[in-house]
């Protein structure tokens, strides 16, 4: 082998789409994908924030660009005039990153019946619908050295047990886990691959109430094994290794990006007794 290690992540000419890539995670991952040459397409339901993400990120004098536009993941109508946008803008997809997803927090005996059904229809059923909607333009461009990738955005909180009041959004992202797998399991042999990146905590709209200031970083800090919440070269970097040459035999794996919180376990007080 001969390669650079550069190599591994180049991604000059690809085409990646980032769904809720305005912000928070999507956001550092569309970085990422940016700064390894991509043309990155970031839509979430707020084409404004879209496009200001996308001149943030052409400001940044990247090797790749970004283009920032509207789509809704979480209508059906939504999905079908998104994949008509993506089929618009280019004949083929290198890259799928389902990202938009949302949360809903309530006490157990108090969670509302209709919170439950609005963060599947997003997190599980849009996910799924657009993956199957963008699979023209997926196996378009795979080939059989260089496939096709599709990373979902899963959850530490579907690993673990601990619903924490958001047991909507913890047991979607362990459907999404799941689903992970099946979909690696049929699209692996038509040359795409499937894999999912299960986050902890990471700066985001959705974390802003816990870690959106000091106090709060400190104090979840501590309930992370590695001593800190996630940086944005966290996900830039998994979503450069999964997507670029180094990646490319990875298919169906769900990989932990939580500083050790998905292994982490309560001390065995039998033990310390002893």
């Not at 023209?136 to 673990?160: C, K, Q, W």
């Not at 700066?203 to 944005?232: D, W």
Request: proline share 5%; with cysteine.
């Amino acid at each position: 082998m001969s390669l650079k290690p550069s190599d591994l992540n180049d991604l000059t000419g690809k085409v990646a789409l980032v769904t809720g890539g305005a912000t928070g995670i999507g956001r550092m991952a569309a970085e990422g994908l940016v700064a390894a040459g991509a043309r990155v397409l970031i839509a979430s339901r707020k084409g404004e924030a879209c496009e200001a993400a996308a001149e943030e990120l052409n400001a940044l004098d990247l090797p790749g660009s970004a283009e920032g536009f509207a789509g809704d993941v979480g209508r059906e109508a939504g999905i079908a005039a998104l994949a008509k946008a993506m089929a618009a803008r280019t004949g083929q997809l290198h890259i799928l990153m389902n990202n938009a997803g949302r949360t809903w927090g309530a006490p157990l005996g108090e969670f509302p019946y209709d919170a439950w059904g609005k963060v599947l229809d997003l997190n599980v059923t849009g996910m799924f619908q657009l993956t199957q909607a963008l699979l023209p333009l997926l196996e378009a461009a795979a080939t059989p050295d260089d496939p096709a990738r599709v990373v979902n955005v899963g959850s530490v909180m579907g690993e673990i047990p601990k619903g924490q009041g958001a047991y909507s959004y913890a047991t979607s992202k362990a459907a999404v886990h799941h689903m992970t797998r099946i979909l690696a399991n049929e699209l692996t042999p038509r040359g795409i691959t499937v894999n999912a990146i299960a986050p902890g905590p990471f700066m985001s709209k959705m974390m802003a109430f816990a870690i959106g200031h000091e106090e709060g970083r400190r104090k979840t800090a501590a309930t992370v094994p590695a001593g800190r919440v996630g940086r944005e070269e966290d996900v830039a970097g998994v979503l450069q290794f999964l997507c670029g040459r180094g990646g490319s035999y990875v298919s169906g794996a769900v990989i932990p990006l939580s500083g050790g919180m998905q292994v982490a376990t309560a001390q065995a007080a039998f033990l310390e007794d002893a």
